[in-house]
């Protein structure tokens, strides 16, 4: 006998049949024992281990279980001398050998419609998954084939945009503390916002000192946007104002430019000479 052939025919005849929990307990039993015995037709089997290897029932429950079994057809025995002789028993195999599988003769017809119908819910719930994950593979991969697949995001670039727009490692500092408020508002730029930021800030101003105020400003504030700072006029702001001044119609000539002392000067001559005349 094969005794993992024997094992699975019992387990189909376990899931066809319903045997009684001792009915099991003492096929397992005898098979272990014989199993032992390098499976000879018959072999000795004592009450005690019998009972001991299907969990301590007694020896008239175990009498009465194998009678059971030999009118199923599944073992034969013949009883022996109590205290001299154990029983012996005969395992009657399950198994019929054919040309490509064994497969117990009463268990045929049940595993032929396990095949066709009882298949569990949770299986099939599980096989569609599958399914549904295998199409959205197939459409991944024709989707990439084709050329249209969808772009993944681009990683963000501060560093390299900082390090381009400064070598100061004062304002490199700041700006990254800009951008870490700006995150903490959930207000992350992305790379041409921080771009145009950037370029917002030089035409602020070109100072290094005035951009930190600037930048601290904004923090300080907890500003997404940046803006100049009050009373801070730079070359670059009065470059713009003097281009703004429209020039003078009505005195298109150089303004003389008077010291004070002689303009004292002037007037207390001016008063001298008109207290004279009044005399």
Known sequence: ??????LNAMYHLCMSKKLAKLEIALLYALYAINNAEDWAVW?????????????????????????????MGRIDFIDGVKNKKPPKYKIISLCQVTSKVDIPLDVQVDI?????????????????FKLKQNKTKTKDIESKKEGTATPKRPKHNFQQLI??????????????????????????PTDHALDLALKHLRDLSSDTEVQIAILEKSIVNNWTDIFPIRNQIDDSTKKTIKNTIKPNRFANFNQRQYDPEDVQRLQRAYLNKDSEGSE
């Open 112 to 128: 032929q419609v396990d095949k066709v119908v009882d298949i569990p819910l949770d299986v099939q719930v599980d096989h569609s």
């Open 43 to 71: 072999f000795e089997a004592d009450n005690e281990l019998v009972s001991r290897l299907t969990g301590g029932y007694s020896r008239e429950a175990i009498n009465e279980t194998r009678n059971k079994l030999k009118q």
């Open 163 to 188: 390090d381009n727009f400064t070598d100061n490692e004062v304002l490199k500092n700041t700006l990254w503390e800009y951008i870490k408020m700006r995150i903490n508002k959930k207000a992350k």
């Open 1 to 6: 006998m094969n005794y993992i052939k024997e």
